[in-house]
């Protein structure tokens, strides 16, 4: 079946750390890929987005990289503090760029601890 | 812009009747998306348009859900009769065409 898995529900981490999230999918070949932030009662914010053939995006402490033959994005958060406490989403276009429908994966819980 | 609109931002009603929800999208955008997230099934696209024209509706969930978009500012999601288990977060989105989406604050919905 066709899904997008994140690596986990929730990750906990120190402040000043890295925080790495991961989103895999199966049976997709996007051309791009994106990543969200939602914060309760919020709707989701855009991040990033990365195009297949690109291997790596940088926007201030975030990066994300993307291999497709891996059928895998990292998201890093680095130095992180605990306003990056949030759920973040990963989203592929579902038809290789033939269309603009999004399939979102379940989201990764992220709490830095000060 | 003040980004994308949605009324009400909460919304409780009773099982069977009528829940109209309303989206205003970002002048410009000409997609417009409209989700639904739960805990259990996250964040779900059921219905998009492309230039007020429906594109894709196979998420949506049955016949009791219906949307429309009678013009590039305004676009309305409908579920009649309502059921307990469509209490869900709605939310709308618009976008350009391979971009960003960009969500409204969403409508909590909550049947009784």
């Known amino acids: 079946s066709q899904k997008i898995e994140q690596n986990s529900e929730a990750l906990n981490i120190q402040e000043g750390k890295t925080a790495t999230l991961t989103c895999n999918y199966t049976?997709?070949?996007?051309?791009?890929l994106q990543w969200y932030r939602q914060d309760p009662g919020r709707g989701p914010v855009f991040l990033l987005l990365?195009?297949?053939?690109?291997k790596e995006k940088r926007k201030e402490r975030l990066k994300v990289t993307f291999d497709t033959t891996l059928k895998q994005s990292l998201f890093h958060i680095t130095a992180s503090q605990p306003a990056d406490s949030a759920t973040y989403l990963c989203a592929l276009d579902m038809y290789g760029g033939a269309t603009n429908k999004l399939i979102f994966g379940t989201g990764t819980l992220l709490a830095v601890q000060p | 812009d003040a980004g994308v609109i949605q009324s009400p931002r909460h919304e409780v009603t009773e099982m069977g009747q009528e829940v109209t929800l309303r989206c205003k999208p970002i002048s410009g955008h000409d997609y417009l998306f409209w989700y639904r997230q739960t805990m259990m099934r996250g964040l779900e696209l059921l219905i998009y348009?492309?230039?007020?024209?429906?594109?894709?509706d196979s998420g949506m969930p049955e016949d009791r859900f219906s949307a429309k978009m009678p013009n590039a500012s305004f676009s309305t999601l409908k579920i009649q009769p309502s059921e307990p288990r469509d209490s869900a977060v709605y939310f709308c989105?618009?976008?350009?065409?391979?971009?960003?989406?960009?969500f409204g604050p969403g409508t909590r919905l909550t049947v009784l």
């Open positions: 348009f492309n230039n007020n024209v429906p594109i894709d």
């Open positions: 049976n997709y070949s996007p051309a791009y």
């Open positions: 989105a618009s976008s350009l065409v391979f971009n960003e989406q960009f």
């Open positions: 990365i195009r297949e053939n690109e």
